[in-house]
């Protein structure tokens, strides 16, 4: 099993493309289940996990093709051919890897009235329900079975009417989910306290060019009129937000200076208003968010929450970097109830947190030392790697296959800004 090795201490300085976001590819990806016509995704990112849901979409009879696979390729192209559904069934062994494999769910249902996916079950960072997607296919008009492991969605008369979706909380699957089961749905649709997250507007924006009729787009009320079939199209993945956050936490601990190539501030205004609250220089340039750490850094009171609030999946990457703040910094986590993982680990480096329910007290320590950690999931792997730049000694995270479930190469770019890391194979 692969490792990576830090020697921590080296500040970091020079410029980072920032790939596209695979929370946005994987709610991409199976759009092309909606056509019989070819779905060609720009940009998409060198992942496990965008691998993985290809080869989902190619049990159901998808065929994928890739260009751009040389090593120096940064961006990928795949055109994803469904033009005959061979299977409506996600099986428990890829929907267990890859809770993102719940995302065929709206698109079978929409397309051929039917699908069967497995549940996903708990993870690393707790209990992940899918009732509200469930909720919101019922409210589409499909009949709901659930039986040995499996939901199995069925349009009565091979076609969803449509219907008035209404989220109690905002789920961002549920409402991706929702949005591909009514673009094809025989009637209109409303979606009601929708997530208004960068990647849903990326998803919308990816249907319309497909032929979808949506508006609302980007706010929590979306309507949307069914079609009797969408097209093909090209569509361009949007840059990786969390991505490009998590190296400006990179940056900001190690002191450093970083031009993040491509990320949108736009999209990542929670983020960047954190980082400038810590004392770090944030600049929109021209092609780059450019982020500087000169005079340390302040603690902060931070809470998770729906977008446009601060993001759950930059709550680890901030607790590491505000390990080394000057005081107590608060972090509430609000969407997932054990997304802190990453405590015990950060403290054999030294962090001083607390947690209490679902807040953490890091008070800032004079120093992190490296040891050997293990990576939990993928936003805690990153959180580890942060610590250990910015630690003295050698820092080894194990469990590597987390972090290449999202984050494009991350040793080389790291590597490229100064930083002293490798990975190192076990065999
Ligand atoms: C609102 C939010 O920040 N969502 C995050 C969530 O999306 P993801 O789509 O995985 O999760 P949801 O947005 O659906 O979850 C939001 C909340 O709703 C609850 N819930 C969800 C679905 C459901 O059927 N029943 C239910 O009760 C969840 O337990 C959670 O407390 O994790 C992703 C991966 O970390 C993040 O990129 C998303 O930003
Ligand atoms: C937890 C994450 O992803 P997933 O929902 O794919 O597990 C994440 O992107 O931080």
């Not at 260009?67 to 559904?85: A, K, N, Q, S």
């Not at 698109?107 to 690393?124: D, F, I, K, M, N």
């Amino acid at each position: 099993m692969d490792r990576i090795l830090i020697r921590g201490g080296n500040r970091l300085s020079g410029r980072i493309a920032i790939s596209g976001a695979k929370n946005a590819a994987l709610t991409l990806m199976p759009c092309a289940l909606l056509t019989d016509e070819p779905l060609t995704l720009r940009n998409l990112p060198r992942l496990a996990d965008v691998d993985g849901f290809g080869h989902l979409l190619n049990q159901l009879g998808a065929s994928t093709s890739i260009e751009g696979t040389r090593p120096e390729d940064f961006g990928r192209v795949m055109t994803i051919r469904t033009g005959r559904l061979t299977s409506t069934e996600a099986p428990y062994d890829i929907v267990r890897k890859m809770r993102a494999s719940i995302l065929v769910l709206g698109p079978l249902v929409g397309r051929g009235g039917e699908a069967t996916v497995s549940l996903p079950g708990g993870c690393a960072i707790g209990n992940r329900p899918i009732d509200l997607h469930l909720k919101a296919m019922e409210a589409l008009g499909a009949e709901i079975e659930l039986t040995a492991g499996y939901v199995k969605a069925v349009a009565p008369g091979g076609r969803l009417p449509g219907g008035r979706v209404s989220f109690p909380v905002v789920s961002v699957g549920a409402t991706e989910n929702a949005l591909m089961a009514a673009v094809l749905a025989k009637g209109p649709s409303v979606i009601e306290n929708a997530a208004r997250e960068p990647e849903i507007v990326d998803l919308c924006n990816c249907l319309v060019a497909m032929g979808a009729s949506i508006s609302g787009i980007g706010t929590e009320t979306i309507e949307i009129e069914g079609r009797d079939r969408l097209h093909g199209a090209t569509y361009r993945v949007m840059p990786d937000r969390i991505e490009a956050g998590s190296y400006a936490c990179a940056a900001a601990i190690t002191g450093g200076a970083l031009d993040l190539v491509g990320a949108n501030a736009a999209d990542m205004r929670a983020t960047i208003a954190a980082l400038v609250e810590a004392g770090v220089t944030v600049e929109e340039r021209k092609d780059a968010l450019h982020v500087s750490a000169a005079n340390g850094l302040q603690p902060l009171t931070l809470s998770t929450a729906p977008f446009p609030g601060f993001a759950t999946d930059m709550q680890a990457q901030f607790m590491a970097m505000l390990t080394r703040a000057d005081g107590a910094s608060v972090l509430t986590e609000t969407i997932f109830e054990n997304r802190y993982m990453h405590v015990p680990e950060l403290a054999r480096m030294g962090a001083d947190i607390t947690v209490k329910g679902r807040s953490a007290v890091v008070r800032g320590v004079d120093r992190l030392v490296g040891a050997q950690v293990m990576a939990t999931d993928l936003r805690a792997s990153m959180s580890l790697i942060i610590a250990g730049l910015a630690a003295e000694g050698e820092t080894q995270v194990s469990r590597v296959y987390h972090l290449d479930r999202g984050y494009e190469r991350l040793e080389e770019k790291l590597q490229a800004v100064g930083a002293d890391i490798e990975r190192a194979s076990d065999g």
